[in-house]
């Protein structure tokens, strides 16, 4: 089974950088599709990006290019996303989401608990 | 706006049986499959479908999940209290490399 287990809360001020992690257990980051989705208070789920299993890269969702980074530690297995330039309406909850690196063309299976990360002056 | 379309509410009484539908296009549910998830109140998503119909274990034979077309539904049999919940469908997009999501759905009690 795996299992995911994020950073805790942040606050942020505008125009700050905010880095989120996920630490992976039940099986290896090399083994896993990492992707990153944050709900806004109140709102649905939006994919801010992602290991595309079958081109073997990573993808950013076009609105967020430029001010998003995802990463991967894999001899500690944890994963990472950077977001820079933050506004206000960044204030979401942030998750790490993954499916199995075998399986091209899937959609997250397994959650993180999800970071808060507030953005306010 | 959610590239799946999902409506945005639905309702129903103990013990009766409720039907979400997700409606998408050719790049997504149309070429892949559709998973759902179960969210309650200040948690994380939960995998409720995977692969359109099949069910992770643990979660009850009342839910069942299709695919037919470039949509997908979600029935909820035998309607309990605890299944008070928002829930969400997402599918593989080819055309944006990523994983897309409905607006999802709230289903509350009568």
């Known amino acids: 089974q795996v299992q995911l287990v994020q950073s805790g809360a942040e606050v942020k001020k505008p125009g700050a950088s905010v880095k989120v992690s996920c630490k992976v257990s039940?099986?290896?980051?090399?083994?896993?599709?990492v992707h990153w989705v944050r709900q806004a208070p109140g709102k649905g789920l939006e994919w801010m990006g992602g290991?595309?299993?079958?081109?073997?890269?990573?993808v950013y969702a076009q609105r967020l290019q430029g001010r998003v980074t995802m990463t991967e530690d894999t001899s500690t297995d944890i994963a990472y996303i950077e977001l820079s330039s933050l506004r206000s309406e960044d204030t979401a909850v942030y998750y790490c989401a993954t499916a199995f690196a075998v399986e091209p063309a899937a959609v997250p299976l397994y959650w993180g608990q999800g970071t808060l990360v507030t953005v306010s002056s | 706006q959610s590239v799946l379309t999902q409506p945005p509410s639905a309702s129903g009484t103990p013990g009766q049986r409720v039907t979400i539908s997700c409606s998408g296009g050719?790049?997504?549910?149309?070429?892949?499959?559709v998973n759902w998830y179960q969210q309650l109140p200040g948690t994380a998503p939960k995998l409720l479908i995977y692969s359109s119909n099949q069910r992770p274990s643990g979660v009850p034979d009342r839910f069942s999940g299709s695919k037919s077309g470039t949509s997908a539904s979600l029935a909820i049999s035998g309607l309990q209290s605890e299944d008070e919940a928002d829930y969400y469908c997402?599918?593989?997009?080819?055309?944006?490399?990523?994983?897309?999501f409905g607006g999802g759905t709230k289903l509350t009690f009568l």
């Open positions: 290991f595309d299993a079958e081109d073997a890269e990573t």
């Open positions: 050719s790049s997504n549910i149309g070429t892949n499959t």
């Open positions: 039940g099986y290896t980051l090399v083994e896993l599709s």
């Open positions: 997402a599918a593989w997009d080819d055309s944006l490399h990523g994983p897309v």
